[in-house]
């Protein structure tokens, strides 16, 4: 069987990130199943022909993709329409067997990335997901979004979460100093100075002798760096490299997750992986993934006041924060690419629609 993946960017585009990531580790593992796997995306001019087993196919830039993207999906038997970027590319008006993946509804996000201009055109282009027969979600509350805001029917929803390289992921030893760790894009939807603000109030209200850490390149980062000057003890690295990732959600004591939504939390996953609890909004798949004391804890979006008193209450009783490494490492275990791998294969093989 040849499958075919349409995304706007491969593993080697400069800007890849979570979802390029969770294609990658899930179809890989399709490829060892004996599924002949493509990944169509943008030419920007570099990286090799084939990953992991999975052929690489360039063409186009991010407009043209969508027109492109018809021509090559008639030649597949099985097509996944990747909506990473709110625009879906409609392979199922050429090929009937075709399956959008909708990693999170970009509505509400839209309004605060994109001009209005240009916002209003795409959430309307987003709604046209619903035309799908087959969609694909990581989290419950993706799939309600997609219901409520995009009218796709809940029939045709399948939730499939993704997973955790637990052999990249582990628990190590923590820092001597305290640091809460903030590890995005510096996006505005990630709300990078949401950390910086709740840090602050937190030292306010008593906390001491703990470091914010805030990592992640992107649009805001210089704003971030300017907003850090203000307050004692917020470090701004930047983008970091893997291998520094893995080693600062190591070594935190805590992990700070700020954004407007979440189809699907990874970084919350990646920290819980490590050995670190997080804090978070409750917004789209965190309400899921963090059991409230196990491996973290949820506020309401936006309550930065709320944020604060529990960085200080978490810090002050140091015993429980202790407790929740080992508790957020074992939680973690109920994802991993193996099991979303093994439920993308059977689903598949259900598909009545393959030649």
Known sequence: MKLLIVNHRDPFHPKAGGAERDLLETFSRLVKKGVDVYWLSEDVGRGPGEVSGIHLIRR??????HFRSLLEATKFDLVFDSVAH???????LVN?????????????????????HLA????????????????????RSTGEEAVRTLKVRPERIT???????HSSYTPGEKSDEPFILWLHRMKRYKNPLHAIEVFGLAKGRGLRGVKLVVAGGGDLESQVREEAKRVEGVEVLGRVGEERKR????????????SFIEGWGLSVLEANASGTPAVGYRVGSLGEIIVEGVNGYTVPYGDLNKMADLLVNLFNDQRRLRAMWSSAYLESLKYDWEKTAEMYHEYIERLECIK
């Open 86 to 92: 709110a625009v879906p590319f409609l392979s199922n």
């Open 96 to 116: 009937r067997c075709t399956v959008a993946k909708i990693h999170h509804v970009h509505q509400q996000v839209l309004r605060y990335e994109l001009p209005p």
């Open 247 to 258: 080693e600062l959600l190591r070594r935190a004591w805590l992990f700070m997750s700020t």
């Open 120 to 139: 209003v055109p795409v959430a309307w282009a987003e709604r046209l997901s619903r035309f799908y027969k087959r969609v694909i979600v990581p989290s």
């Open 159 to 165: 939730v499939i979460p993704e997973g955790i390289d």
């Open 60 to 65: 186009g830039n991010p407009l043209t993709l």
